[in-house]
């Protein structure tokens, strides 16, 4: 090993070894250093899209900041303009675009929150968002325009959240969700779940997190010791797009952490550009299992404004949709789902429908 290569191992090492927190807290928070990172400059992703320059791009970084933890990064391809990594957290200039019918609210999720903190659209479960905080900054988020309040619950609106929960006992399964739960360090997240805990009504835990993929080190030992020690049947459902996310320092981590009685899933959305070819989408679902992840679902693109540039057709979504299903088992073919406002559910689509 040269000199300037155990360098490079002792900084990979110290990176590898600092607490989850102070990763998060190093994370690559502007387009100029994210571009750095990966020896990429301006101009490199100038003369196509994505566009990072001029006032458009600005704007978008100011309505929503880049974040991106390193180990994240460091799952790019240097040098690659087009990584689809990378496409997924680089403002870029056209989320100022207006295509018409993306909105602020397309899911309407204002209209079923009934305490700061709640989402409750569905029947037998709902959404508990504990923080308004992420590791990472998806560039397609449908939470982008969501009035979240500025930080945490703060206990009164927690206990409130609390107090609503209690008075829907037919709400058995609450699934945390945000912001990202798992941001909340493992004693925290240790006191909500003694509090669910304590509600007679609720067996299940769901936990919808985009952490454990994009800070690996998330998965600590407390959490997995936490998880299993619950009274509730607990599920972590991952959040990754594409196979590269998958990759084998997180397949070892996972496999090793797992807890038996944790069941865990993974969520993605299709993107173009990211992940809008079969061949990706088989990739990611083979990768999931042997990770020990299911896929769960395959969501189609929230019309958010901002984020137009990753819409894929329909059709385009569903002759996709068939080439998985044709060479995956049934068990890794994630159901292809879109949420509408004021339907019961989400809605799936089988191999011939897809309603326009
Ligand atoms: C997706 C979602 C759920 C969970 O739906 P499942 O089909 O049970 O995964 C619950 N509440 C809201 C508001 C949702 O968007
Ligand atoms: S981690 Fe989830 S909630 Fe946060 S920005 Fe990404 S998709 Fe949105």
Redesign the pocket.
């Known amino acids: 090993m040269t000199a300037k290569t155990a360098l490079a191992a002792d900084a990979l090492l110290a990176r590898e070894s600092a607490p989850w927190q102070t990763q998060l807290r190093n994370a690559v928070r502007s387009v100029s250093a994210l571009l750095d990172s990966l020896n990429l400059t301006p101009a490199d992703v100038e003369h196509g899209e994505p566009k990072t320059r001029g006032e458009d791009a600005e704007r978008a970084a100011q309505d929503f900041p880049v974040r991106a933890p390193q180990s994240f990064i460091d799952r790019m391809r240097p040098g690659d303009p087009n990584d689809p990594l990378l496409r997924q957290v680089l403002a870029v200039s056209a989320e100022q675009q207006h295509v018409p019918g993306y909105v602020e609210d397309p899911?309407q999720?204002r209209d079923?929150n009934p305490t700061p903190g709640i989402?409750h659209?569905?029947q037998g479960?709902?959404?508990l968002m504990p923080t308004a905080a992420c590791a990472v900054h998806c560039r397609y988020c449908f939470r982008r325009h969501f009035p979240y309040a500025d930080n945490r619950l703060d206990e009164g609106a927690l206990d409130r959240a609390m107090d609503y929960l209690a008075s829907q006992p037919e709400v058995t399964e609450v699934?945390l969700s945000g912001g990202d739960p798992l941001i909340l360090d493992d004693a925290a997240l240790g006191r909500l779940i003694d509090r669910l805990e304590s509600l007679g009504h609720l067996s299940r835990l769901r936990i919808h997190s985009r952490l454990p993929v994009v800070l690996p080190d998330r998965l600590t030992e407390a959490l997995a010791e936490r998880l299993d020690a619950s009274r509730l049947s607990t599920s972590l459902v991952l959040h990754g797009n594409h196979p590269a996310e998958i990759d084998a320092g997180l397949t070892e981590r996972l496999q090793r952490w797992r807890p038996a009685s944790l069941t865990l899933l993974n969520q993605s959305v299709l993107l173009a550009g990211v992940n809008d070819d079969p061949a990706v989408l088989i990739a990611l679902s083979e990768r999931l299992f042997e990770a020990g992840v299911l896929p769960y679902?395959l969501h189609l693109l929230d019309p958010v404004a901002g984020v137009g540039h990753f819409a894929v057709a329909d059709e385009q979504a569903l002759a996709i949709y068939r080439q998985m299903a044709a060479k995956l088992p049934g068990y890794l073919l994630p159901k292809l789902a879109r949420?509408l406002p004021d339907l019961p559910?989400?809605t799936t689509y089988g191999l011939d429908t897809l309603a326009g």
Do not use: M, P, T, W
């Open positions: 899911l999720e079923a989402v659209k569905y479960r709902l959404l699934i679902y949420e559910s989400k």
